[in-house]
């Protein structure tokens, strides 16, 4: 199977799910045109809280559909744009990039940053969900599996269907961390 968009979504207020659409636009240096996150600096509210300063690195948030069927074997049900994300892929490993490569998805270019970690909110949303995000690799430490961050290079739409392209960074390859 081929790396595609599933689904892509966007909300403009702070929301923790976002609506799905038809398609998304996003913009080079800023994020996804009419997101709340959108923006040169930081605009999770927890991390304005610590210094509104500092840049952007969570411009997009992806995460592979893959999880959600793991997911729904735990006896939890998500739809696309249920836990924030902005493009559901399915066909590519996304936890598995190192940081600085890039996506072409559609017509715009993104690069990813690091992991999304996850937040108490996913227990608001459906009970027990944040630690079904957590898990732990052969050496004891824990994976964060609620998908990754990105900024925007190359301003263009993103639609469901849309393939996706990968190009890795040089080596050494730098592992993601939470951002």
């Known amino acids: ?3 595609k968009v599933i689904a ?3 909300s403009a207020e702070y929301a923790f799910s976002k609506p799905r659409q038809d398609n998304i636009h ?20 927890s991390r ?3 210094d509104p300063t500092v840049p952007n690195l969570r411009q997009v948030h ?18 696309a744009g249920d836990i924030g994300e902005n493009i559901l892929t399915r066909g590519i490993d996304l936890l598995d990039f190192p940081r ?13 940053t690091g992991l999304r970690n996850p937040c108490y909110q996913l227990n608001d949303f459906q009970d027990g969900l944040m ?8 050496d004891g430490n824990a994976v964060f599996k609620s998908g990754i961050m990105s900024v925007v290079l190359t301003s263009g739409d993103v639609k469901a269907g849309d393939a996706i392209s990968i190009e890795l960074p040089d ?3 730098q592992p993601l961390e939470i951002v």
Do not use: W, Y
């Open 1 to 3: 199977m081929s790396a």
């Open 8 to 10: 892509v979504s966007c």
């Open 26 to 45: 996003l913009v080079e240096g800023l994020g996804v045109e009419g997101d709340a996150h959108s923006g040169t600096t930081v605009k999770h509210r």
């Open 48 to 50: 304005i809280n610590r």
């Open 62 to 79: 992806l995460i592979h559909a893959e999880l959600f069927d793991e997911l729904k074997e735990k006896g939890f049900e998500l739809q």
């Open 100 to 112: 600085g490569a890039r996506l072409q998805i559609g017509g715009a270019v993104i690069e990813i």
């Open 131 to 138: 630690n079904a995000c957590i898990d732990k690799d052969v």
């Open 171 to 173: 080596e050494p390859h």
